[in-house]
């Protein structure tokens, strides 16, 4: 996926709109929430909100294109734009509503979110930048943590335990506010925090904020109305399949060709109508002695005429636009097939867990070591502190062990530390495991047979010399 900074910088330089439209699909959910939460529920107010903080993101895109992470700024717009609009509503009301206002009273609501949301995004702007923007990738996006510490250019335990201390600091603000939640505070955010924009939101924005800011490019409601849906349905296509599509588009072409001939036909009829009575006319010396029948007959034919041109080049039209379909159709079909199975599209998921988790333990252990007179541990749950949670460590003893223990020497870059318990079998039918070395690299050894004690046996030779 390519990163915002990268799109927004395209947009910057060549007025991309697909480049901007993206940017804007990636981060609607999180404005309009932002927005809808601080404008009361106003849904049309939000949308405002929204508009104001995509046009600023339009015109300031060269000077926000050096920025790691959009995310931080297009909240704190949200928060700043909704909190202008709210003041500037107010004032309207209250001079519309002079008098005879009732105050109104309601029960505080007992639902957790309820209580949270008036104050959420508040108490947010009272963390630290960095703060905010952690728990705003990790709980508002709900990003792993694996994309937080990249967003960051942290690793995953360093962004483990950034967005742990932010969420820490927003609870204590909450509780300084009386707010509190009987379910876990991250919980309740993850839930809650980021609602679906309203159909068609994205591109209406997208139109809009790249309109105003002068670029050259005017989008209609129908084009930006009809891609959107092209998009929707080609993405469908991909996951879905392209047998159905394929069929759909045959009947199509059916009724397109069906509907062609039979306008050809009627052309050609009234064409040959009217020459006849046109040179009917013609012998005549004079129109006026044709019957009055048969002249009214022969205008109504010349109209049918100018109708059926007029709808020949519509079907001209048509034709177009269902060849760049097919065009399009046949693009995602390619797509499809250059996708893996489903069964290699789990067994590649489940390999890089697994080359993940063996560079984690392996600096576990080395960070072990530099605590311990540069020996390494004998047993993965002496590692438990440096693996980050009780729960890790239990996952790692259920799929790793340990190698040469006791005899573990950094010296030796290459000499095996660790390896899965138990080989893979791949969709292909020969066998995989992860191993993990004494300088932290990690290597997966394919075979066809599965056995991997000659492979284990010659990589000896990279042990400390035996005593």
């Known amino acids: 996926m390519t990163p915002d900074p990268e799109l927004l910088a395209r947009f910057a330089r060549t007025n991309s709109e697909d480049a901007f439209a993206e940017l804007v699909k990636r981060h609607v959910n999180l404005v309009f929430s932002a927005a809808l939460r601080q404008v009361n529920g106003d849904e049309h107010l939000a949308k405002?909100?929204?508009?104001?903080?995509?046009?600023?993101?339009?015109?300031?895109?060269?000077?926000?294109?050096?920025?790691?992470?959009?995310?931080g700024w297009l909240y704190t717009s949200a928060h700043f734009a909704a909190a202008k609009i709210v003041r500037t509503e107010n004032r309207r009301r209250d001079r519309e509503e002079k008098f005879m206002r009732e105050p109104v009273h309601e029960t505080a609501p007992a639902a957790d979110w309820e209580?949270?949301?008036?104050?959420?995004?508040?108490?947010?702007?009272?963390?630290?930048?960095?703060?905010?923007?952690?728990?705003?990738?990790?709980?508002?996006?709900?990003r792993s943590f694996a994309e937080v510490g990249a967003k960051l250019g942290v690793n995953e335990n360093a962004a483990r335990m950034r967005v742990e201390r932010a969420l820490?600091?927003?609870?204590?603000?909450?509780?300084?506010?009386?707010?509190?939640?009987a379910a876990a505070l991250a919980t309740v955010i993850s839930t809650n925090a980021v609602q679906l924009a309203p159909a068609g939101l994205a591109a209406a924005l997208t139109g809009?904020?790249?309109?105003?800011?002068?670029?050259?490019?005017?989008?209609?409601?129908?084009?930006?109305?009809?891609?959107?849906?092209?998009?929707?349905?080609?993405?469908?296509?991909?996951?879905?399949?392209?047998?159905?599509?394929?069929?759909v588009q045959h009947q199509t072409q059916d009724k397109m060709r069906a509907e062609n001939e039979s306008l050809t036909q009627q052309l050609a009829q009234l064409q040959t109508d009217n020459q006849s009575l046109s040179n009917r006319l013609a012998i005549s010396d004079d129109s006026k002695k044709l019957p009055d029948e048969q002249f009214s007959e022969l205008l109504k034919l010349r109209g049918e005429v100018g109708v059926l041109r007029n709808q020949v080049g519509e079907l001209g039209k048509?034709?177009?636009?269902?060849?760049?379909?097919?065009?399009e159709l046949a693009d995602a079909v390619q797509s499809l097939k250059s996708l893996p199975s489903p069964e290699q599209a789990v067994f590649n998921q489940k390999s890089v867990q697994a080359v993940n988790d063996a560079?984690?333990?392996?600096?576990?252990?080395?960070?072990?070591?530099?605590?311990?007179?540069?020996?390494?541990?004998?047993?993965?749950?002496?590692?438990?502190?440096?693996?980050?949670?009780?729960?890790?460590?239990?996952?790692?003893?259920?799929?790793?062990e340990l190698m040469n223990v006791g005899t573990a020497n950094e010296r030796?870059?290459?000499?095996?530390?660790?390896?899965?318990?138990?080989?893979?079998?791949?969709?292909?039918?020969?066998?995989?495991?992860v191993y993990g070395m004494a300088d932290g690299s990690v290597q997966t050894i394919t075979l066809g047979d599965g056995n991997f004690d000659a492979w284990e046996k010659a990589q000896e030779q990279f042990n400390p010399p035996k005593k």
């Not at 820490?168 to 707010?179: D, P």
């Not at 636009?321 to 065009?327: D, G, P, V």
């Not at 502190?385 to 239990?394: P, Q, R, V, Y």
């Open 48 to 71: 405002d909100v929204a508009q104001t903080v995509f046009t600023d993101l339009a015109r300031k895109a060269d000077s926000l294109a050096r920025r790691e992470s959009l995310t």
């Open 115 to 142: 209580k949270l949301r008036p104050a959420l995004d508040d108490v947010m702007h009272e963390l630290k930048e960095t703060d905010r923007e952690a728990v705003l990738l990790r709980y508002f996006e709900n």
């Open 168 to 181: 820490e600091k927003l609870h204590a603000h909450l509780t300084k506010r009386g707010v509190t939640t």
């Open 208 to 247: 809009a904020a790249v309109t105003i800011t002068g670029t050259g490019t005017t989008f209609t409601l129908m084009k930006m109305l009809t891609m959107t849906q092209l998009k929707l349905g080609l993405g469908a296509l991909v996951v879905a399949g392209a047998t159905t599509a394929l069929v």
């Open 318 to 327: 048509l034709r177009a636009e269902n060849t760049q379909i097919r065009k």
């Open 359 to 400: 560079k984690q333990i392996g600096l576990a252990m080395r960070v072990w070591a530099g605590d311990s007179n540069d020996t390494y541990p004998t047993n993965i749950y002496d590692m438990t502190n440096e693996l980050g949670s009780l729960d890790f460590t239990k996952h790692v003893i259920e799929n790793f």
């Open 412 to 433: 030796y870059p290459q000499m095996l530390m660790l390896r899965e318990i138990t080989p893979r079998q791949t969709p292909a039918g020969s066998w995989s495991r």
